[in-house]
């Protein structure tokens, strides 16, 4: 596997509008959880370098020291909703609330605001934070405790992230991309790496058919598309097929 360890020097700052909401949000779960919060940190294309207006999630993973109560998952998301109502981005919040103790292990651990959800990306998240690629806002730093992926579960997650894309067909922008991003880690081994990198990579890797789609992809988070939505809409279902058939049989 190839990774490329980034110090926090090499980070991009985080807007300030991210700054503001997961200060907020630190200090709204600390009032709820008291001892019982561990930790917060964030990921994504936050920690890599993107054009200025680029689209982003503010995705996050909490630490929890102890299974949450039921009225503490309730008052969790009356907070949420409460910063997506008053916050710049806070409907951007895009996380999951992890035990402390499933950290520190290999399997997708179950997200604590509803159990029957499992971080099935929890091996790519765990090598993006051991490569450096996050900011720790408050708590446990993540790199001491997460253990370091094998190759057998990268793929698992990103085999994930496949079935995420086909199971999302309005979210066309985000599967071409996201698409070529699996594509380049099954071919380089390199998981770390966001949309916008994978993105300039299928450019110059793969089949000229497939540029227009990329292109339209990458205009979109961009936001500087005009009239991409057709072309996006046409191109996503063969381009979902070309990626499957370019993985490795199972």
């Known amino acids: 596997m190839t990774h490329h360890t980034a110090s926090h020097r090499d980070l991009p700052p985080l807007p300030d509008t991210v700054v503001a909401l997961t200060d907020s949000l630190q200090r709204g779960l600390a009032g709820i959880l008291g001892s019982g919060f561990a930790g917060l ?95 720790l806002v408050a708590g446990i730093d993540p790199r001491k405790i997460v253990p370091e992926p094998t190759w057998a579960e990268l793929e698992a997650g990103l085999r994930a992230e496949m079935r995420f894309v086909e199971t999302h067909p309005s979210a066309t922008a985000f599967g071409i991309l996201n698409g070529v991003r699996i594509l380049y880690s099954f071919e380089t081994r390199d998981v770390v790496v966001s949309k916008y990198q994978a993105g300039w990579w299928a450019l110059a890797s793969l089949p000229a058919e497939w540029h227009e789609a990329v292109h339209a992809a990458l205009r979109y988070y961009e936001q500087a598309s005009g009239d991409d939505a057709l072309t996006l809409a046409e191109r996503w279902a063969p381009f979902v097929a070309y990626v499957n058939r370019s993985l490795p049989a199972t």
């Open 41 to 135: 940190f964030l990921y994504g294309a936050l920690a890599f370098d993107r054009p200025e207006h680029w689209l982003v999630d503010v995705d996050f993973h909490v630490l929890v020291r102890r299974p949450l109560a039921d009225a503490e998952r309730a008052d969790v998301r009356a907070l949420h909703a409460a910063l997506a109502q008053t916050l710049e981005r806070g409907t951007e919040l895009d996380g999951y609330y992890v035990l402390l103790s499933d950290a520190a292990r290999a399997e997708p651990p179950r997200h604590q605001l509803d159990l029957t959800v499992r971080d099935e990306a929890w091996a790519l998240h765990r090598a993006h934070v051991l490569a450096g690629r996050y900011f």
